[in-house]
């Protein structure tokens, strides 16, 4: 039904939470960053954790994903994310973890899944922007890339949905919400 659906956040808020990360300091750069894989390609925040400094390919222009039951994935990466992540890897200084993502108090370690959510959470406030978690940031760019007329088909590949089921669950629901929204 209307209710199964994951929300959505307008534009204008995804906008305003990408622009409430300050640029040139490393919390910023690295919420900024992380802000930015789940919404514009879609990420899943342990995926995010994950990241490794080699799974970026600058060259290729692409990242590994390691995502759900050790299953990778190389998907292209898009200017602005890879703008995000240059930005936020001019920050954050030598360390000896290939995580990408580092915590910034000592002792110094890769970051835990749940803290992405807690980084979209704050960046919510700074932000003015009702709070969302990562799992609707991740709907939201679902929702944005059949709006730009992407198929559903293309769209789970995309997110990396390994049961057509699932995926099939969620156009079902969001063709059915979206028929609410039309009324």
């Not at 198929?151 to 156009?171: K, M, N, P, S, V």
């Amino acid at each position: 039904g209307v209710g199964a659906v994951p929300g959505t956040l307008a534009a204008a808020g995804s906008g305003r939470l990408l622009a409430s990360c300050a640029a040139g300091r490393v919390g910023g750069g690295r919420g900024r960053a992380r802000l930015m894989l789940l919404a514009r390609l879609g990420w899943r925040s342990f995926e995010i954790a994950r990241l490794q400094l080699d799974d970026i390919d600058w060259r290729g222009g692409d990242l590994l994903i390691r995502g759900k039951a050790r299953r990778d994935d190389r998907l292209p990466l898009s200017s602005d994310v890879g703008a995000a992540l240059a930005d936020y890897l001019a920050v954050r200084g030598d360390h000896e973890s290939r995580n990408v993502f580092l915590t910034l108090r000592a002792p110094i370690r890769p970051i835990r899944a749940d803290l992405v959510g807690d980084v979209v959470q704050r960046h919510c406030r700074q932000a003015g922007v009702a709070h969302v978690g990562t799992h609707r940031l991740r709907h939201t760019h679902e929702t944005e890339m059949h709006a730009e007329g992407a198929e559903w088909a293309g769209i789970g590949t995309w997110l990396r949905h390994r049961d057509r089921g699932t995926h099939a669950y969620y156009a079902m629901s969001y063709s059915g919400w979206l028929r609410g929204v039309a009324r």
